[in-house]
């Protein structure tokens, strides 16, 4: 059965910093890109980075500079790494596994910048 939690999400202030982490299991972790979403309310949800099977990496260009997504294999965990946040960034953060037609959710965790 597959697992993606997400974990890391809280309340910070504008310029704060988060990392969020998503713990994998129930399938071959290390073959599949992974990835994180966002969705803010009345919002669509929308990609903010991805890392691939050989941790070639994709951002927004809303989180360029500011974001870092890594994964660590032997752990089965893809971090999230937010600098600079802004209220923007306000939205709940989804884990994405991809490969081929496989294709799985996290539940969300969320992350509200504010003062």
Request: net charge positive; aromatic share 12%.
């Amino acid at each position: 059965q597959v697992h993606l939690v997400e974990s890391g999400g809280g309340l910070v202030q504008p310029g704060g910093s988060l990392r969020l982490s998503c713990a994998a299991s129930g399938f071959t972790f290390s073959s599949y890109a992974m990835g994180w979403y966002r969705q803010a309310p009345g919002k669509q949800r929308e990609l903010v980075a991805t890392i691939t099977s050989g941790s070639r990496t994709n951002y927004a260009d809303s989180v360029k500079g500011r974001f870092t997504i890594s994964r660590d294999n032997a752990k089965n965990t893809v971090y999230l790494q937010m600098n600079s946040l802004s209220p923007e960034d306000t939205a709940v953060y989804y884990c994405n596994a991809n490969w081929g037609w496989n294709n799985y959710w996290g539940q969300g965790t969320q992350v509200t910048v504010s003062s």
